[in-house]
T-cell receptor, first 112, second 112 residues
């Protein structure tokens, strides 16, 4: 069974732009979570989606948003990019809410 | 979710068992212990999880003390490919949320 896939793997943007990252969960998994990893703050939870609804949200500004589609695929969007948004963005899927999460390879975002 | 404490770094000789400790003295009765590892800049890889009984799978063994205040992840025959940051996480397997709270982990260096 294929793992979690994330696209693109690498991305370079400039300050003020916006970006959309995509995540395809493991087949059959209905819950998708997003995390941000930076050298300074480590791995931090962004939000979680299940049945196209945001179920849980971390402590990030409103510039960070996401959505989930009926096929469980998810996207996250960051608007008005700042230098500090440079990070590895990780997506994780689980069969159901509260189940074991399996991570994708991540998208490396660099903001110049 | 309960907080965990892990040593910052550990070394292990290749072929020997690697024993990674984790302290979670404030764990609640319905919280599980999860272990993930992250090899440089890749997505975290799920290793194993448990509630109160010892668990073993093809990757590792998890030993949880009777009072559940600490646990040990055992890699029975460490190889160079096991060099990674290992995260011990305590989380409820709740039907309402899947959020994982990552600490700083233990950096395991496996050497020849």
């Amino acid at each position: 069974k294929a793992g979690v896939t994330q696209t693109p793997r690498y991305l370079i943007k400039t300050r003020g732009q916006q970006v959309t990252l995509s995540c395809s969960p493991i087949s059959g998994h209905r819950s998708v979570s997003w995390y941000q990893q930076t050298p300074g703050q480590g791995l931090q939870f962004l939000f979680e989606y299940f049945s196209e609804t945001q179920r849980n949200k971390g402590n990030f500004p409103g510039r960070f948003s996401g959505r989930q589609f009926s096929n469980s695929r998810s996207e996250m969007n960051v608007s008005t990019l700042e230098l500090g948004d440079s990070a590895l963005y990780l997506c994780a899927s689980s069969l159901d809410l509260g189940d074991t999460q399996y991570f994708g390879p991540g998208t490396r975002l660099t903001v110049l | 979710d309960a907080k965990t404490t892990q040593p910052t770094s550990m070394d292990c000789a290749e072929g020997r068992a690697a024993n990674l400790p984790c302290n979670h003295s404030t764990i609640s009765g319905n919280e599980y212990v999860y272990w993930y590892r992250q090899i440089h800049s890749q997505g975290p890889q799920y290793i194993i999880h448990g509630l109160k009984n010892n668990e073993t799978n093809e990757m590792a063994s998890l030993i949880i003390t009777e009072d559940r205040k600490s646990s040990t992840l055992i890699l029975p025959h460490a190889t160079l490919r096991d060099t990674a940051v290992y995260y011990c996480i305590v989380s409820r397997r709740s039907g309402t949320a899947s959020k994982l709270t990552f600490g700083t982990g233990t950096r395991l260096q496996v050497t020849l």
